[in-house]
């Protein structure tokens, strides 16, 4: 249980109290918060499967999204790639090797997945490997929903009638202003940026196509973002997320890009709450999905324990392969290490040990935002999970603030409890006694 102090409109001290766990926002002499506020109803909660190395998961035949690893290469060297530290174990695969993934494909897949994504790396890169899967996935499973993320600076004509054939659910990984830390920006390219603008048109109807950035110290700012891209294009219906806030998978993101100051970490928390004040947060659906979800969960009385992590990758049913039918932890991951699982011509083998679930870290379980992040990356350790957990921490505080402005009128202030954040490493000086 934790308490939430804050100050409405006239500066006036509000306190509430909010249960994590059991979602439940009650004012301080227990009456609830939105009792003016219909309950929606829910049948029985089932429990999330909490997996662990002492606890491993399992993955399933008949998988509802299927992500397709082409390959881990890219043509950016992004500071905060969260790719660049699995590639040496990256599995190495031949354009003929697609054709093998597709008869291997007959083997082990029982039923139609309901999505399939097409994962770099950069994707584009490997478009000779994609000219053959899309086609002959499209004719096997015609229900399913293609997807792929891209940096967008590879596009053709080829390309844009190819997506459009398809139609391929496009998602360009773009940091707006914050571009910098990513690499050569495609719209100061003119023939690139004439492509991305074609694409946006093309794809903008039925929300098949958007823009998404990584949130860093010093590119914190939603609504700024979303502007950026509204210039850009010329085009107020723009539509642009968040990948989410910049995670630490390796030394290089904990050496910079990935490690914020007290004053940066305000600065997130104070952009994010304000927009939602404006109606920003609105229009980007990472953040007006988030706050609706945290909604739900106190309208309907969400119970933590039927949380699984955010990505989902610790779900049975989301299984991610290789083109050599590798299993992998995540799309993020190669298999020439400990993220490679077995192959999926032997499903029933698998398990998920490389993993750990929310349930098993006590920062998680003690945390006011756990509903709002979801345990950060599950198969992080260490400094490497610490600085991610901090840099979740302080997002979800901003989207809780912010949903507590735009819902009720009310500022958060601090927040009172039991609240435990993971073991930082210390680094103590040695000196030398004259």
């Not at 934790?2 to 500066?11: K, M, P, R, V, W």
């Not at 048109?201 to 929300?207: A, Q």
Request: hydrophobic share 35%; charged share 20%; aromatic share 8%.
């Amino acid at each position: 249980m934790f308490t939430l102090h804050c100050s409405d409109a006239d500066g006036k001290s509000v306190s509430l109290r909010y249960a994590p766990h059991a979602s439940s926002l009650t004012n301080m002499d227990g009456t609830p918060v939105l009792a003016n506020r219909k309950a929606r109803e829910h049948p029985a909660w089932e429990d999330a499967v909490r997996v662990s190395p002492g606890h491993p998961g399992r993955k399933l035949a008949n998988p509802s999204v299927l992500k397709i690893q082409l390959g881990l290469g890219c043509n950016y060297t992004c500071s905060y790639c969260n790719q660049s530290s699995q590639v040496d174990s990256m599995a190495m695969t031949k354009t003929a090797d697609a054709h093998s993934f597709l008869q291997d494909l007959e083997k082990w897949l029982k039923e139609p997945p309901s999505r399939i994504e097409f994962w770099g790396g950069e994707p584009l890169l490997y478009f000779r490997k994609l000219a053959i899967l899309v086609p002959e996935l499209d004719r096997r499973f015609p229900d399913a929903e293609f997807c792929m993320v891209t940096n967008g600076s590879l596009l053709t004509q080829e390309i844009l009638d190819f997506i459009a054939r398809y139609d391929i659910c496009i998602t360009v990984s773009h940091d707006g202003p914050g571009q910098h830390l990513r690499g050569e920006d495609p719209f100061d390219n003119p023939p690139r940026a004439s492509l991305l603008k074609a694409l946006w048109n093309e794809r903008k109807t039925g929300e098949r196509m958007w823009f998404s950035s990584v949130l860093t110290p010093g590119n914190s700012d939603p609504a700024a973002l979303r502007r950026w891209f509204v210039e850009k294009l010329n085009d107020e219906s723009v539509v642009t997320s968040l990948e989410g806030v910049v995670a630490t998978h390796d030394d290089q993101s904990l050496a910079g890009p990935g490690v914020w100051s007290p004053e940066q970490y305000g600065s997130l928390k104070n952009a994010v709450a304000s927009s939602f004040e404006t109606g920003e947060a609105l229009l980007i659906p990472a953040l007006r999905d988030k706050a609706r979800s945290f909604m739900e969960s106190l309208l309907m009385g969400t119970p933590s324990s039927s949380m699984g992590q955010k990505c989902g990758m610790d779900r049975s049913d989301h299984v991610a392969v290789d083109l050599h039918s590798n299993v992998l932890t995540c799309h993020n991951t190669g298999a020439n290490a400990q993220h490679g699982l077995g192959s999926a011509l032997a499903m029933d083998d698998i398990r998920l040990d490389t993993s750990t679930h929310w349930a098993y870290r006590e920062c998680c379980s003690h945390c006011p935002v756990l509903q709002l992040c979801g345990g950060s990356c599950m198969y992080l350790e260490g400094e490497q999970f610490a600085q991610s957990c901090e840099n979740e921490y302080q997002f979800g505080l901003g989207v809780l603030d912010g949903t507590l402005r735009r819902a009720l009128g009310l500022k958060l202030e601090s927040i009172e409890g039991d609240i435990r954040r993971p073991a930082r490493r210390k680094v103590i000086s040695i000196v030398a006694q004259a």
